[in-house]
């Protein structure tokens, strides 16, 4: 039987807080290195069984334990709370009420990111709006708050303040401030300001404490550098530019990880991660970059590092790292994408669907001794562990898993062949299934296929044949950063996914062989996209991706997108246009029609914002060649680039600038009922603000997809509100697989049919609507012909 040992590192002044013994104090445990030790039980036929839950409101605050109370933060529907219950039996103890609740917004649930911290009697939080707070321990009640925000000038970032308050000696340290931030040092007693460091932009990470030559240093990831602190005096001993800070994951929640033998590991970017090592040199300390590679990306867990190796995930993968090297040493899809922590010689993971596993800490291969079901909603969280009990929360609840002896196993459920009952595909699988030779008939049956995926009345069915452990499908049908396991018939190497859709759908989609993406090598339709990058993820880069795609028995090709006459052919030709408000050149191509050149007709204007891959992926130019004098009018049509400002800004460019520029340039119909505005995903929102901020000059609007969350649609109400006028020609569409992420509380399909009621409750006549697509052009470009005959038909 092992028990709790931690090693208290001795030094002059501060040390990392060594916890009591069966304490886990603050966030990733009492070391703040994502481990716990002292199994209550022999290390042998181990299981787990939940003990108890507790109802909780929601948030992402994960869970501390000392004395005998599990204490984490949460909102309950009107305000953010910090609350203690009874580690033994779940019952509550007392709650603080701390400010306002924190409303999920653009992805987000309701709550606070922060973990609160334990520290001898009294517990110290970081509120949403960047409160610091002491609270008595016993009963709750509040000895100190500083506002970090008014007190250092200091903004919020976008979700609200989020790094969780760590404790080194009787100092606590936290980063904070989205614009000039920095690591903070306070008294615990009081919250008196000790130091401040290292002036960085911070999101919502949160700082590691480690010992290099003899030194208690602060290890802490800000949006631009790795820093690291003298814990005693706040002296900056090292920082190292680590080229990340873009995107949703990476550095913006970053925790460093102390990886041995002065090493620290640190995801830093979205698509790829790295070992430094740092060493005492003559000038003070040397930082070196041992290697940088994407064998951990995509993911918002903190790996745990134990005897060389690193455990975490990679995108939704289990992986193994050799932390000397970054060699990935296995990976699995197994159990899920989820949260880490090292308890003895074991990983526990919590995944994000609710389920608590514990596998061997093996570099070998994945293999799980037990787990269980603990909650049947999502969990955004990383475990924790006191007492011989692991404790974990969900969006809606806190609970205790007791690890017993006796294994427990999960059973893995084929859920497929029931749900294809009926069709042809599993009238096939069912005769495949009893052959004498499986995999021969497999392989001639899909030999014998004129066109992959298999679709027939309401199913589409995923198909891969060749050599591989595991095959996955990602698709516009699933979501972002998501993807569905294909199930592999016994005895073949056929892999299969099937999935219930309309009969006129079209999608696009992914494989995924041995955890690498692949198109499908049976498919040759290809399209491109740069609403979706690598591992199925939300693209804010601009990068075009291949996917494949595929259309139901319904679905029909567009006549418009096929090749025009010659005769019919307009002109595209680029136009030179500097910004004096914006201080920058504004890409703009505009097309011409069919016989401008000849003729001194005048001709209405279509104004397309953020106008990337619309001729080249959304042909454009042989739509207007087709539907000009067909069925819609002829018109100009500028194409403007990409352009980096203010909505409002950009807005009155449009107006006082481009407009004028335009009409002076071209024969144009100048007039507010001759003039259009479109725009597609983040470009849509441009397109709104540059109408309704310009009135009286655009009067009409189309948007495809139009990134309307939270992000996009409050800026725009302001602007709404002080419309005088409500006489716009609209037009919306979106497709029903549009954009999405189940996890992520976020859906480009509801976000636009929430839009549309909110327009027409201003009186404002929507035409358009939902379409059976994907995203990205591939979809949009499906329905130009209705969204010109809308905004100018004949």
């Not at 009155?652 to 520029?661: D, S």
């Not at 037009?731 to 976000?751: K, P």
Request: hydrophobic share 40%; aromatic share 10%; glycine share 10%.
């Amino acid at each position: 039987m092992t028990r709790f040992l931690l090693a208290v590192l001795i030094v002059v002044g501060l040390a990392p807080v060594a916890a009591a013994s069966e304490d886990w104090s603050q966030f990733r445990g009492p070391a703040a290195e994502g481990r716990g030790t002292g199994l209550t039980v022999e290390p042998v036929e181990l299981g787990m069984q939940l003990e108890w839950r507790q109802k909780l409101g929601s948030g992402y605050s994960s869970v501390v334990v000392a004395d005998s109370r599990v204490i984490t933060q949460y909102a309950d529907g009107t305000s953010e709370l910090t609350a203690a219950f009874n580690s033994r039996t779940g019952e509550s103890l007392w709650s603080y009420t701390i400010e306002p609740q924190y409303a999920g917004h653009d992805g987000s649930h309701d709550g606070s990111l922060s973990t609160p911290l334990i520290l001898g009697d009294t517990v110290y939080g970081v509120s949403p709006a960047g409160k610091l707070f002491a609270l008595d321990a016993t009963d709750g009640k509040q000895r100190w708050v500083v506002d970090l925000a008014a007190k250092f000038e200091i903004g919020a970032p976008f979700y609200g303040f989020g790094g969780s308050p760590i404790a080194v000696g009787d100092t606590i340290v936290v980063q904070a401030g989205a614009g000039k931030g920095a690591i903070y040092a306070f008294a615990a007693a009081d919250g008196e300001l000790r130091w401040r460091a290292g002036e960085d932009r911070m999101q919502y990470q949160t700082p590691t404490v480690t010992r290099l030559d003899g030194k208690t240093v602060v290890v802490a990831v800000g949006m631009t550098k790795l820093w690291g602190v003298d814990a005693t005096d706040g002296d900056v001993l090292f920082q190292q530019e680590h080229g990340g800070g873009g995107g949703g994951y990476g550095a913006s929640s970053a925790t460093p990880v102390p990886a041995g033998d002065g090493r620290i590991f640190v995801s830093h970017k979205d698509d790829a991660s790295a070992m430094y090592s740092v060493a005492k040199s003559d000038n003070g300390y040397s930082v070196e970059t041992l290697w940088e590679n994407n064998g951990i990306r995509h993911s918002y867990n903190t790996p745990v590092y134990r005897d060389g190796f690193l455990y975490g995930h990679s995108s939704r993968f289990m992986t193994c790292l050799d932390a000397a090297t970054g060699e990935a040493m296995w990976k699995t899809r197994e159990p899920g994408d989820g949260y880490t922590m090292l308890v003895d010689d074991f990983v526990v993971i919590l995944t994000r669907e609710g389920s608590v596993h514990l596998i061997e800490a093996s570099s070998e291969s994945y293999k799980e001794l037990a787990a269980v079901e603990v909650f049947d909603d999502l969990a955004w969280s990383p475990p924790s562990f006191a007492a011989g009990r692991i404790y974990a929360r969900s969006l809606g609840s806190l609970a205790s898993v007791n690890i017993v002896n006796g294994g427990t196993r999960l059973a893995v459920t084929d859920h497929e062949n029931t749900r294809i009952v009926g069709s042809k595909f599993a009238r096939f699988l069912t005769r495949l299934e009893a052959a004498d030779d499986p995999n021969t008939l497999a392989r001639q049956w899909v030999e014998a296929q004129e066109q992959f995926p298999i679709v027939e009345d309401g199913w589409v069915h995923f198909v891969y044949y060749g050599e591989a452990t595991d095959v996955a499908v990602g698709s516009d049908l699933i979501g972002i950063a998501a993807e569905k396991s294909m199930n592999r018939v016994k005895g073949t190497d056929l892999f299969f996914a099937s999935i219930r859709l309309e009969n006129d759908a079209r999608a696009n989609y992914i494989l995924f062989k041995d955890y690498e993406q692949v198109l499908d090598p049976r498919n040759t339709r290809v399209a491109r996209t740069a609403a979706i990058g690598a591992d199925m993820e939300l693209s804010f880069a601009g990068q075009w991706m291949e996917m494949s795609w595929f259309s139901m028995p319904d679905w029909k090709e567009p006549v418009h997108l096929t090749a025009a006459s010659e005769e019919r052919n307009g002109l595209v030709k680029d136009h030179a246009f500097k910004s004096e408000q914006l201080a920058a050149d504004v890409a703009t191509q505009v097309y011409l029609p069919h016989g401008y050149e000849e003729g001194d007709t005048r001709y209405p204007v279509l104004y397309f914002h953020g106008a990337s891959g619309a001729l080249d992926e959304g042909g454009w130019a042989q739509s207007l060649d087709n539907l000009i004098g067909q069925s819609v009018e002829p018109m100009i049509v500028v194409f403007i680039g990409p352009v980096r400002a203010p909505q409002p800004a950009y807005a009155k460019m449009i107006g006082e600038e481009l407009i004028p520029n335009i009409d002076a340039m071209f024969r144009t119909v100048a007039e507010r009922d001759s003039r259009a505005s479109v725009g597609n995903n983040f470009s849509a929102v441009g397109a709104l603000f540059s109408t309704f901020m310009n009135p009286d000059l655009i009067g009409k609007v189309a948007t495809q997809s139009a990134f309307v969350t939270e992000f996009g649609w409050l800026p725009l109400q302001p602007v709404l509100d002080g419309l005088e006028r409500h006489d716009f020609s609209l037009y919306v569409d979106w497709g029903r697989y549009d954009l999405r992420s189940d996890h992520e509380n976020w859906d480009l399909s509801d976000a636009n049919a929430t839009m549309v009621e909110a327009l027409d409750k201003r009186g404002m006549k929507v035409h358009g609507g939902q379409a059976n697509d994907g995203a990205g052009w591939p979809s949009w470009r499906n329905r130009t012909d209705a969204l010109l005959k809308a905004l100018f038909p004949i």
